[in-house]
């Protein structure tokens, strides 16, 4: 009898933790039985909006990022969906299919694919012409961000925006995971005097917002006052960064090769502002900093003992094969992040320039001014002042502490435009 029981209570414990299992797998539903699953912007208009884009002539305004789930790019998607006309291809910075390197631009071409106009957003035309617009009655934007502030694609999206609403044609922007999440915001904010390509509008360094809330941003409270729909996400929370998605990483351009690249960019890449390598030509850029005259051994101990939470520093070496240093041997350090939640990638790059200067006062060098006596590292920064007190031998805490206020009017502006909270 006691046998009996013991095997009855087996069965029993099996089957609750079988439908368990089960129900932890089993997509949430949306309160009338439908299954709902994580999408894509791309993937909720074609499942459930494609009225938007039937019986319109459709520019795409897109790159290698713009794939769906089972990275199938967007451009054939669409081209061969009987119901949707696609009739031109916009491409940003490093192209739509994504073969040119930082600052190369790209001719008007046809695309091999589908025989469709390819049209470069970058260099010479920023924004869309009106003779680029011609066959087009809707533009679509899905592009891959990387959720800092000088990464170009955003400003892409703002001009293609502009074009949109001085000629009448409606724009909706696919959205897309912000990879480091949505839900801190660091850095300071951009002055307007230094404004430029990489950093076109008063947002800070890491803004924590995906494309879409960053087109309903600058579209209102910047006044572009373009006919803008966002296409939201479906599954997608602040909480999660792209690890926490099913979605593969697409590298965004030929140096952002990894999502560990995304997450040290914010910082990492004010570094290019300097006569430092910031890793470009090698397998680990933004990983990578150095220089032939840096010695790596003591600059790595030196960023470890200021111990900022979530990261270590390796001495390394490494030979760039192209821009700066190319083919020269320098030494550095690797940035290995430890713990993502805590992080601050700006942070972390302040400490870095600010080390550097200190340690190499004959060598280390800022780039140079401009006829305006703006330095690309100020375009970077966002600001003139933050590198006069880095000369000054001012701390990293006393600067950041200086843009605190600017960083709070941020944080509550950006509340009206979250779409996911």
């Not at 713009?66 to 969906?81: E, R």
């Not at 074009?163 to 959205?175: G, R, S």
């Not at 933050?386 to 950006?414: M, P, Y």
Request: charged letters at 20%; a negative charge; hydrophobic letters at 40%.
């Amino acid at each position: 009898m006691k046998k009996t029981w013991m095997t009855l209570l087996t069965l029993i414990f099996a089957c609750i933790s079988f439908t368990y299992l089960v129900a932890q797998d089993t997509p949430a539903t949306n309160g009338k039985g439908k299954k709902q699953s994580f999408q894509l912007g791309v993937e909720a208009l074609l499942s459930d909006q494609k009225d938007l884009v039937k019986g319109k002539r459709i520019g795409l305004i897109t790159n290698p990022t713009g794939v769906d789930q089972q990275l199938n790019s967007i451009v054939d998607v669409l081209y061969k969906d009987p119901e949707i006309e696609l009739t031109a291809l916009y491409g940003p910075e490093h192209g739509v299919r994504g073969d040119a390197q930082a600052g190369e631009y790209v001719e008007y071409y046809i695309d091999e694919q589908t025989g469709l106009p390819v049209y470069s957003l970058y260099g010479k035309t920023r924004k869309p012409t009106p003779e680029m617009l011609e066959n087009v009655d809707l533009l679509l934007f899905d592009i891959q961000d990387v959720g800092t502030r000088f990464y170009t694609y955003i400003y892409t999206m703002a001009y293609a925006m502009e074009a949109a609403q001085e000629n009448n044609i409606p724009f909706v922007v696919l959205d897309r995971p912000n990879p480091l999440g949505g839900q801190k915001v660091e850095g300071p904010v951009l002055d307007p005097a230094y404004k430029s390509f990489v950093g076109n509008y008063p947002i800070p360094l890491r803004h924590g917002m995906t494309v879409g809330e960053l087109a309903l941003l600058f579209n209102e409270a910047y006044d572009i006052d373009a006919d803008l729909t966002v296409i939201q996400m479906n599954g997608w929370k602040r909480s999660m960064d792209y690890s926490d998605t099913p979605l593969s990483f697409v590298l965004p351009s030929p140096n952002m090769p990894t999502l560990d690249t995304a997450f040290v960019y914010p910082g990492a890449a004010l570094i290019e502002g300097t006569n430092i390598s910031e890793g470009r030509g090698t397998t680990k850029p933004f990983e990578l900093i150095g220089a032939p005259f840096i010695n790596s051994t003591a600059f790595a101990e030196a960023m470890n003992n200021i111990h900022i939470p979530g990261v270590r520093f390796r001495a390394a070496s490494f030979t760039p094969t192209f821009s700066k240093h190319s083919g020269t041997l320098s030494h550095g350090i690797q940035i290995h992040v430890t713990n993502k939640k805590v992080y601050d990638p700006v942070t972390t790059g302040l400490h870095i320039v600010k080390t550097l200067h200190d340690m190499y006062p004959d060598d280390f060098q800022f780039r140079a001014e401009n006829s305006a006596g703006i330095s690309f590292f100020d375009n970077l920064i966002g600001n003139g002042w933050v590198r006069e007190e880095i000369e000054r031998g001012t701390s990293v805490a006393a600067i950041e502490k200086r843009w605190k206020n600017e960083l709070k009017a941020f944080k509550h502006l950006r509340k009206d435009y979250l779409l996911y909270r």
